[in-house]
């Protein structure tokens, strides 16, 4: 018997699989297809203080081994979350669950993170200062120590929850603002979203996507996803959630190998709505295979 | 929704750029025209949505046109199994369409009207169908709406075949209640100006998943932000922001 128990920050997980923010929606789209209570947990979708439509269409394109998406952080805003949308996840989910939160000030993240803090439901607060798609907001915070540093601090002072920093792979030193979470304050890091890309339709001569470019994710950017978490697991002393390109319980094995505590699944959700439940299901398969006891005991195991 | 495992049974064209495939699997999440299907090709990441164009036991039709690389990957298959979701969207409201529905299709919109024309006659509704083409070589399923029983008007912009024009130039020709439509976008905004009476258009937009979870093919209605793959692909006159 295999044990996928794994500790994040002061909450014990069933097992490490969190299926990423945005690729999950609130929840209960999966609870039709399976029982989501099999999960570690999951990060529902991005919230904002106000309502937020997001980018013209379209969206989202195809590409090599991945995906381009700019939704926008598309979302009813906090207040509506709260009122509409988690009274339905608590229908279909009774474990603590990571609440998603991005803003385009200091004190918008603050705000939102205020709300969000009161609900019982949510056990950990994962603040993304890494959006690629909106302009003037969200990954400027990501790619900037110091303002890094400054909402991690801001959402600190009003939450108890554990509260993980999400960041950027679009920055050239990505240790510094781990490392700058890390002394605001911050319980953990996730790391990695989406990389900023671009594809052109050969026919129109424009951009497929509206907003011209949007963040690359699937399984071609794996191994950026692999050496970020082992460069911030190795240089910082808090939990670090990995992801990017996440399709296999091997991937999973190998993140937490790099440093992972828990382990993302996101753009391979929408190609596979029960990619999290198969990863699951074959974790103990795999852990036996590479003659792995507990999961506990690989994390950073790469030196 | 379900996922399945699809037997390809055969994939043949209909003209030089649409074909025509039959699969065989567990149809039973498909519950009502103008839903589709999403499709896992080998070799790329994201499925492809294509609309049923008929359920008949565990046989399920779709037709789709060649316009990039995946609808090219599957034009190339001619056995094998498929990945396939079922069961996405709303599909068309058939409680809807009064004594004597309109259908109205444009080029590759027309597939899924074959399944409702087929509903709509087997509830002894007067169907009438106009199917919109850009020349006589690219029309399709003229026949098989006309073995139904449906009353058919065909167009064709350079007049090479049936009325010249535009499906709405077929439209002084028919006295009906309700229309359906579906087409390039264009299209249903003209059929939308046309109209006088009271009906639905199925939208097509690039999606990410296809069953509600990421947001990617959202729009806006009078009635708030719709998932045109959930919460359509098919909206209603009264609703919809061109």
Redesign the interface.
């Known amino acids: 018997m295999v044990d996928t128990k794994v500790n994040l920050c002061g909450i014990e997980l069933d097992n490490p699989i969190i299926p990423a923010s945005?690729?999950?929606?609130y929840g209960y789209?999966?609870a039709?297809?399976y029982d989501i209570n099999m999960l570690g947990t999951f990060s529902f979708?991005g919230t904002t203080k106000d309502a937020r439509?997001?980018n013209p269409?379209?969206?989202?394109?195809?590409?090599?081994?991945?995906?381009i998406?700019a939704?926008g952080l598309?979302n009813p805003g906090v207040e509506a979350v709260v009122k509409e949308e988690l009274p339905k996840l608590k229908k279909c989910f009774n474990k603590k669950v990571m609440a998603n939160v991005s803003g385009f000030s200091v004190e918008e993240y603050a705000y939102t993170s205020s709300v969000l803090d009161k609900e019982d439901q949510v056990g950990w607060i994962e603040v993304n200062v890494s959006c690629p798609n909106v302009h003037g907001g969200g990954m400027s915070f990501g790619t900037d120590p110091k303002s890094a540093r400054e909402v991690t601090e801001a959402v600190k002072k009003v939450t108890t929850k554990p509260v993980l920093i999400k960041l950027s792979p679009n920055v050239t030193d990505i240790v510094s603002i781990a490392k700058a979470c890390e002394d605001g304050g911050a319980d953990g890091i996730s790391l990695i979203n989406t990389m900023l890309g671009m594809r052109i339709n050969l026919r129109t001569r424009k951009p497929v996507i509206a907003n011209k470019m949007g963040g690359f994710s699937?399984?071609a950017i794996f191994p950026v996803a692999v050496r970020m978490v082992y460069q911030v697991a190795h240089a910082v002393d808090i939990p670090v959630v990995g992801m990017g390109g996440v399709s296999s319980a091997e991937d999973v094995i190998e993140l937490m190998l790099a440093g992972a505590t828990a382990v993302q699944v996101g753009?391979y959700?929408?190609?596979?709505?029960?990619a999290c439940k198969d990863i699951i299901t074959e974790l103990p398969v795999v852990m036996e295979k590479y003659k792995i006891t507990s999961l506990k005991e690989i994390i950073k195991g790469v030196k | 929704m379900k996922q399945g495992i699809f037997k390809i049974l055969s994939n043949t064209p209909l003209n030089a750029s649409v074909y025509k495939m039959v699969l065989s699997g567990d149809t039973s999440a498909i519950t009502n025209p103008g839903q589709f299907v999403n499709i896992k090709i080998d070799g790329l990441f994201l499925r492809r949505p294509i609309s049923v164009n008929d359920v008949d036991g565990d046989k399920l039709t779709i037709i789709y046109k060649v316009v990039g690389k995946g609808t090219e990957i599957m034009s190339t298959l001619t056995d094998g199994v498929l990945d396939v979701l079922t069961g996405l969207g709303n599909g068309y409201d058939l409680s809807l369409a009064g004594d004597r529905p309109l259908l109205i299709g444009g080029g590759v919109g027309v597939p899924p009207l074959y399944m409702l024309a087929k509903k709509l006659i087997a509830k002894n509704k007067q169907v009438t169908v106009i199917l919109g083409f850009n020349t006589k070589d690219e029309i399709f399923y003229e026949d098989e709406f006309k073995a139904l029983g449906a009353k058919v008007f065909v167009t064709t912009v350079d007049g090479s075949y049936g009325i010249k024009g535009f499906v709405t130039d077929a439209l002084k020709d028919t006295d009906c209640t309700y229309f359906y439509t579906c087409g390039p976008e264009p299209m249903l905004k003209a059929v939308y100006n046309a109209t006088t009476i009271d009906g639905e258009c199925s939208f097509e937009e690039r999606m990410g998943c296809g069953f509600g979870a990421c947001m990617g093919c959202s729009c806006k209605t009078k009635y708030g932000n719709k998932r045109i793959c959930k919460d359509g692909p098919v909206l209603k006159k009264g609703e919809i922001i061109w």
């Open positions: 945005g690729t999950f929606g789209e999966y039709e297809l979708k439509f997001g269409t379209p969206r989202i394109a195809e590409c090599t081994a991945g995906m998406n939704v598309q699937g399984s753009a959700n929408l190609v596979n709505p029960y």
